[in-house]
């Protein structure tokens, strides 16, 4: 079921910067918690980050620490993954998604994500 829209992706050099927002159009995600997936080429979904309606963030691919930040505007009911010096690697389709889990936690399980948006292209290439 997709009912999240998502924008801001696009081709980006190496050591660029990309900002993706996520929103709903039937609902608000300021009370789900949000979850940022890709997906490479060949390979399966992973979940990136999980931010938890009170802001707690989880962070569950090493290589994005430091680089990318998750984040949400509670006054747009929009949320936000923030990608600075990216790298080939970075590239895929990325997704959000919002799970019915609240207060401070959040979860990695694909499953437990009701509403999924469509996805947008990273490529990160010279």
């Known amino acids: 079921q997709l009912d999240l829209v998502e924008s801001g992706g696009g081709l980006v050099q190496p050591g660029g910067s990309l900002r993706l927002s996520c929103s709903a159009s039937?609902?608000?995600?300021?009370?789900?918690?949000i979850g940022w997936f890709r997906q490479a080429p060949g390979k399966e979904r992973e979940v990136v980050f999980c931010?938890?309606?009170?802001?707690?963030?989880?962070t569950y691919v090493d290589s994005v620490k430091g680089r990318f930040t998750v984040s949400r505007d509670p006054a747009k009911h929009t949320a936000y993954l923030q990608m600075n010096s990216l790298k080939p690697d970075d590239t895929g389709v990325y997704y959000c998604?919002?799970?019915?889990?609240?207060?401070?936690?959040?979860?990695?399980?694909?499953?437990?994500?009701?509403?999924w948006g469509q996805g947008t292209q990273v490529t990160v290439s010279s």
């Open positions: 998604a919002a799970a019915p889990v609240s207060g401070w936690d959040c979860t990695d399980v694909l499953s437990r994500y009701d509403f």
């Open positions: 039937s609902f608000t995600v300021d009370y789900y918690a």
């Open positions: 931010m938890s309606v009170n802001g707690g963030v989880t």
